[in-house]
């Protein structure tokens, strides 16, 4: 088990800065790159040039499409 202890100010970043990095792959987008999941793993298609973490504020990033794909899951 992993468990993260974020400031709130922090987790209020992140989800900002996913917000607006993700925005321009929808959700359903989104969900068509996941391979798999269960209540442990998400295992996703990651699309080739696609950067798993962003190197510039500018980036798209696979971080950025999992947070935002969190988020929308948690808020039903």
């Not at 929808?26 to 699309?47: T, V």
Request: hydrophobic letters at 35%.
């Amino acid at each position: 088990m992993i468990k993260l202890y974020l400031a709130d100010e922090t987790i209020l970043k992140f989800r900002s800065e996913s917000k607006q990095h993700s925005s321009r792959y929808s959700l359903d987008e989104i969900r068509n790159l996941i391979c798999y999941e269960d209540e442990n793993l998400i295992a996703f298609n990651k699309p080739q040039g696609m950067l798993s973490q962003r190197s510039v504020s500018t980036d798209i990033s696979l971080n950025d499409l999992l947070l935002a794909y969190l988020q929308d899951e948690t808020s039903d």
